[in-house]
């Protein structure tokens, strides 16, 4: 069913708009490598002002050889642009295109059409997980993560086998497959996913640690963190890209109470995820920041060796496994200022100032994707990722 509607659009969408009802879209960057995925982002402001009466439903994105391409409309505008409280606020228009290697620029239109767009396939999606003691999972169509909410951070009662866990340590789930696996995952059960039958599997440990890119304060000697978070709100829900928020309450860091949210943006074809933590405190100061890995990511009976990589504004790991497949974690921070450890966790240090948002980047690969064989692949990946962060897309709109 869902493939005859989207082949129904398609039909409706070769249709020809009025060059009134059709705007231009550039973008250009300065990174002479491949940037597959790139996530294009335009304010909705900007497609109702070339394009009045435009509808989040009845669009067409092309690219300039005519191929429709998915799309998403957030709905995530200040609460000023919808004083009645209705919803239809439109924040971006966003979609994603491959750039080749030599391809520095490209052109894309969007059109006004008269039939409506069907859903398109979700590859980004995150969600709270009440039925497994208030984890939060996102997962986009190659990797998948979980953390840990109040549930699994409360005392099991007299007599109980509950699963106690106080952590804000951030998980990974290694999955083959393009599909979301979260809900197919939670519902086979812990003694399932944590075994590859065929979708890949949580083969990643994190205990009391930082995990894969949990955050602390470090006093140079000792790493405060917070307890599991505490509230959770999703901003928007693919099907190109996942926003949400998690709120961590105030805990004591060497004498200062401090509060953490945040913000996850999680887009269809990547490895990384974006990351804005905002520290809070009872008066503004700067905080010495640590986002951490693991030092035994991975579980005994693989006999892991890991292997921990330092670069420029970078941390690094590679694990090598017995059977399982080898995998490799990352910590993207522009503006890092070292690196540290502790008994548990390998980190890398930051300045932030509290109340303003710190942007940083976590990812994470499997050797079995195909894509890396050794360490040396995944610090190519990384080392290429760091250089395409710093080099952002420009987006320029227009009327053709």
């Known amino acids: 069913m869902k493939r005859a509607l989207l082949a129904a659009w398609l039909a409706l969408a070769t249709l020809t708009a009025d060059a009134a009802e059709r705007m231009l879209v550039t973008v250009r960057h300065d990174l002479k490598a491949a940037r597959p995925a790139e996530t294009i982002t335009v304010p909705w402001s900007e497609v109702a002002r070339r394009l009045p009466g435009a509808l989040m ?4 994105v092309r690219d300039a050889q005519g191929n429709v391409l998915p799309y998403q409309v957030t709905n995530v505008a200040p609460q000023a642009r919808d004083p009645k409280g209705e919803g239809i606020a439109y924040g971006e228009l966003i979609f994603q295109h491959d750039f080749a290697a030599d391809e520095q620029s490209a052109r894309f239109t969007v059109e006004k059409t008269t039939g409506v767009a069907p859903p398109f396939p979700v590859k980004a999606f995150a969600r709270y997980v009440p039925e497994r003691l208030d984890d939060f999972a996102w997962e986009n169509d190659r990797i998948g993560h979980r953390t840990y909410g109040p549930a699994l951070a409360e005392p099991a009662p007299p007599g109980s086998d509950k699963e106690v866990l106080v952590t804000s340590g951030l998980d990974i789930w290694f999955k083959r497959p393009s599909y979301l696996v979260i809900d197919r995952w939670y519902n086979k059960g812990h003694d399932h996913y944590h075994k590859d039958e065929g979708e ?8 009391r640690t930082r995990g894969a890119g949990g955050t602390g304060i470090w006093n140079g000697k000792r790493l405060f963190t917070s307890r599991n978070y505490s509230a959770w709100r ?3 829900n693919g099907p190109v890209r996942t926003v949400f928020e998690l709120t961590y309450e105030a805990w004591d860091a060497d004498g200062v109470p401090v509060s953490e949210v945040k913000r996850f943006t999680v887009d269809a074809g990547h490895l990384f995820d974006t990351v804005e933590s905002i520290f809070n405190t009872p008066s503004p100061q700067t905080l010495p920041v640590a986002l951490g890995l693991n030092k035994k990511p991975a579980y005994a009976e693989q006999t892991p ?6 670069a420029p504004d970078t941390l690094m790991q590679w694990v090598r496994q017995r059977s399982a497949g080898d995998f490799g974690t990352a910590i993207v921070i522009p503006g890092a200022e070292g690196y540290a450890a502790d008994p548990d966790n390998e980190l890398i240090l930051v300045k932030a100032r509290s109340g303003q948002p710190l942007r940083y980047h976590l990812g994470a690969a499997v050797s079995w994707s195909g894509e890396f064989p050794d360490a040396q692949a995944w610090l190519a990946y990384v080392e290429a990722y760091r250089k395409r ?4 897309v420009r987006v320029d709109v227009g009327m053709e």
């Open 389 to 392: 962060i710093a080099a952002p």
């Open 305 to 310: 060796i890991v292997a921990t990589y330092r």
């Open 57 to 60: 439903h009845q669009l067409a």
């Open 200 to 207: 890949g599997l949580d083969m990643y440990a994190v205990g």
């Open 234 to 236: 999703i901003v928007t």
